[in-house]
């Protein structure tokens, strides 16, 4: 691949609706997208994950945009590159820093599938034609509001249910939400809300024959996950605390979960969220692809990872109306009887709408190699 330029755009988006985790409420969703273009104009696309603040994990938009500016474009201008899974490797003497490497490397998988002729799913190894889609719902204003979003999303069909909790909206909910819906496939995200001091509590969720708890514990942690695990019959999930096919190795070594979230920004790209599937393929460990409320950009790439076959759960790839009002792509990703296609088209197979993008652009600024 001969890169000739690289756009990076600060975008900003309406939310549908806000959407509220235990660590805040975000309204409108702001995030970089990458744009490679080669020689014959052709462009690879991606975005990064990374929020405006630092409160899912350290990384920000703004801390993404230095180290693409700085560090990460000026290693791979001018450079001849034969495949994306390369760039790990050539990224590899920065520290952490994974949301900024993996939209860097996004946009070359795209760009990559598109020159091949072939789809990134299959670039990436994917047989699947089709995935499950599960949908994540935010905490509410009150548990009549949670009810009937809950009600609205199983009637579309969604495979799975995932509802976020936090101290003073858990236990209880759950309790509200499986009286009225005794036999959806429920979970709950708890996004770092929790310690070990709140293992009495956290042991009462066993009675609602969840799917799994996604997070309880800090994002830097695998010990007290473990200690947790031991003492619940639930799965525990693992999503902020998982950064590498190593952390994932670990996890699964001294029994912190038995399902890992795998978001490609947060492992720091495809290559590496390749590598973190097969090691949880190797020990029978579930995975399923996370969302971080992308853009079609970057919800297409998840659509693409979640192709491959140890991807065993639904994700949190809902479809393009789930929080936009108009997607960034054509056509939007739609889910029926709660899966989605897999694209045929080349790359990642829905085409980025330059003009909306634009509209939404704050800020923008070229590389030229
Ligand atoms: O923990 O998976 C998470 C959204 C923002 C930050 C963290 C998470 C989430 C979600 C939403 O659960 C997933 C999505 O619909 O994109
Ligand atoms: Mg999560």
Known sequence: MRIN????????????????????????????????????GVSGWAESVAFPEPSYNEETLRTNWHMLESFLIPIVQGREIEHPGEITGLLQHIRGNH??????????????????GIPLAAAIGGKKQEIEVGVSIGIKN????????????????????????????????????????PQIALMVDANSAYTLADVEHLKQLDAFSLMMIEQPFAYNDLIDHSELQKQVQTPICLDECIHSSEDARKAIQIGSGKIINVKIGRVGGIQEAIKL?????????DVWCGGMLESGIGRAHNIAISSLAGFTLPGDTAASANYWEEDIIEPEVVVHD???????????????????????TEYEQSFLF
């Not at 949301?99 to 091949?116: F, I, N, P, T, V």
């Not at 009810?147 to 858990?170: F, M």
Request: net charge positive; glycine share 6%; hydrophobic share 40%.
């Open 142 to 181: 009150s548990p009549a509001e949670l009810l009937e979003t809950i009600a609205s999303n199983v009637a579309k069909g969604y495979k799975r249910i995932k509802i976020k909790i936090k101290p003073g909206w858990d236990v209880d909910i759950v309790a509200e939400v499986r009286k009225h819906f």
């Open 277 to 285: 599937h097969n090691v949880c393929q190797e020990s029978g460990v």
């Open 338 to 360: 709660g899966l989605i296609r897999i694209p045929e088209k080349p790359g990642i197979g829905y085409a980025p709408v330059v003009k909306r993008i634009q509209e939404r």
């Open 5 to 40: 330029r690289i756009i990076l755009r600060h975008l900003k988006m309406k939310l549908i609706h806000p959407f509220t985790t235990s660590f805040g409420t975000m309204r409108d969703k702001e995030f970089i997208l990458v744009e490679a273009i080669d020689h014959d």
């Open 99 to 116: 949301m900024a490497k993996s939209a860097l490397e996004g946009a070359y998988w795209d760009l990559y599938a598109k020159k091949q």
